[in-house]
């Protein structure tokens, strides 16, 4: 059966680090197939719960908490007396998010090859069918640290994207304005620390414009990696 509905997080309040852990164990995190009644707000969901969930067993979060599923930001996060503005947001090729959508409708046994879609790059109309017909030649597939650019150009436009929105927040006047990325690009496994030695230099406005996002997380399926402008780290995800 679809998923029709579009999904929104009740409330949580939490007094406690374990209080907050079992109340995100109940939510419905699960996300469908592209195609498969799958919407934004499910990647919301699954996301901000696996970054609040991986912050308090590191015991980086201050309670009592609420989180709450809102617009404009996403989730408002509010604890020791702050109120943190959570926007979350999905990076993928756009291709490669159609064309997942239409193997998972018509071809559910094959996968996408990654490196099929590079980054700036456009295509016809003709090879997308062409792709669907498997009338296509292989990926050229990747050579050197090209996977760390193309990685770090999907992030730096996503973040200058998002962070051009900022003005449009209901609510401008939070303690911090935190950005969440989903990393669902259909990359072979890159090199995380190459990957922020390139993405640096792009996002420098991020930090001195205004208004700006305080900090970045960028979570994939294992980990989520937290961006400052003075420094990063790499955090294992606490799972769900």
């Given at each position: 059966m679809l998923i029709t509905v579009h999904p929104k997080m009740k409330p949580i309040h939490a007094?406690?680090?374990?209080?907050?852990?079992?109340?995100?164990?109940?939510?419905?995190?699960?996300?469908?197939?592209?195609?498969?009644?799958?919407?934004k707000e499910h990647v919301e969901i699954y996301t901000a719960c696996h970054l609040i969930s991986t912050l308090a067993a590191a015991g980086l979060l201050g309670f009592p908490l609420t989180l709450t599923h809102d617009d404009k930001p996403d989730f408002l996060l509010q604890l020791e007396g702050q109120c943190i503005g959570l926007e979350v947001?999905?990076?993928?090729?756009?291709?490669d998010a159609k064309h997942d959508a239409w193997l998972n409708e018509h071809k559910p046994e094959e996968y996408?090859?990654?490196g099929r879609f590079?980054?700036?790059?456009?295509y016809s109309r003709e090879y997308l069918r062409n792709m669907r017909s498997g009338n296509v030649p292989p990926s050229p597939g990747y050579s050197g640290d090209e996977v760390e650019c193309e990685w770090a150009s999907y992030m730096a436009d996503l973040i200058e994207k998002k962070?051009?929105?900022?003005?449009?927040?209901n609510c401008l006047n939070f303690d911090k304005k935190w950005l969440l990325i989903y990393d669902n690009l259909f990359l072979p496994m890159?090199?995380?620390?190459?990957?922020?030695?390139y993405l640096r230099p792009r996002i420098q406005q991020t930090w001195c414009a205004d208004p700006a996002f305080d900090a970045i997380f960028i979570e994939d399926e294992a980990s989520i990696i937290r961006i400052s402008e003075t420094d990063h780290e790499v955090m294992s995800i606490n799972s769900l």
């Open positions: 007094s406690s680090s374990q209080e907050l852990l079992d109340l995100l164990r109940r939510q419905g995190i699960k996300v469908p197939s592209r195609g498969k009644g799958r919407k947001t999905e990076c993928v090729d756009e291709n996408i090859e990654s590079r980054y700036g790059q456009t962070r051009s929105k900022i003005k449009n927040f890159p090199d995380m620390d190459i990957c922020i030695k």
